[in-house]
């Protein structure tokens, strides 16, 4: 069964789809300036890019697993996340404190999708 | 191919099942009295139930990714794991250190099981 | 759809396979005397005698969850990485900081890989 490659880079891809399903590398903000709620409305758009670049799209994500370095922001996060999400077609979810790899990062969101 | 969802809230839903797999959210104690242990078997049961209503069961388990939210708890956790898991079909599992969106909660699990 | 479970103990099992996808345990270093490249190297060496196995392979594998125990070793861990990741076919990826069941333990890698 054929494995597709998106933005293949010498340490990582950001998509992977195999057998009707796309795995994403743990997408992060680019603008650290901004909140968690900007952070996090910036992360899933640029999930909704990705899905949309393999035919797929936020109605059809499986899985999303959410990293923040602080609990803090739950509910900055979910404000970005509950505005987005679309209606009858939201993901199993997790939701953990993690500390990310660039200290400015405040949310990493890795997501499974069908395509 | 299609894609079937379970207790579908504004948020997120508690299970979504594509291509003969099955994907939970993070699963979490209610009973948030409980040690480490009754808070896992509470835990675990939710799997069950939830897999049940799938049509699947705790044999068909493929990953567990456990999160504690103190590792001091690793032997209270596997206690009611050891007790669960059934002899001969045991997950590929890994668990690490988390802090949980909820302070009371001390263990949330996340599987991804076959149906 | 049949289910094959490798390594089977009484809490977990290593590797399973469904669907033509593998699932893969935690995987941890043995010699935890190696600095973060070192344990990094002995785990990404388990996870190609696991996938080989089954009869995949690293060029197969679909994405890679990374535990540190602390972040400061993200370079000593891409070092590792980035010698063994195949050209052409890096998985999704994401890293974050997390303790490990064992203090000793510098790095921990969940894969799912395709076979």
Redesign the interface.
């Known amino acids: 069964?054929d494995?597709e490659?998106f933005d293949?880079?010498?340490?990582?891809?950001?998509?992977?789809k195999?057998?009707?399903?796309l795995?994403?590398?743990?997408q992060v903000p680019e603008d650290t300036t901004l909140d968690a709620k900007g952070q996090t409305a910036q992360v899933l758009d640029y999930i909704d890019t990705l899905l949309a670049r393999a035919g797929s799209d936020k109605t059809?994500i499986?899985?999303?697993?959410i990293?923040l370095s602080d609990?803090a922001d739950?509910d900055g996060m979910?404000a970005a996340?509950?505005a987005w999400?679309p209606?009858?077609?939201?993901?199993?979810?997790?939701?953990?404190?993690?500390?990310?790899?660039n200290p400015a990062w405040k949310v990493?969101i890795?997501v499974?999708a069908?395509v």
């Open positions: 069964m494995i490659r293949v880079g010498p340490r990582l891809c950001e998509m992977v195999h057998n009707h399903t795995y994403l590398a743990g059809r499986l899985s999303a697993q990293f609990l739950y979910n996340w509950d999400v209606v009858g077609h939201p993901p199993a979810r997790a939701t953990v404190q993690a500390k990310l790899a990493e890795v499974v069908a």
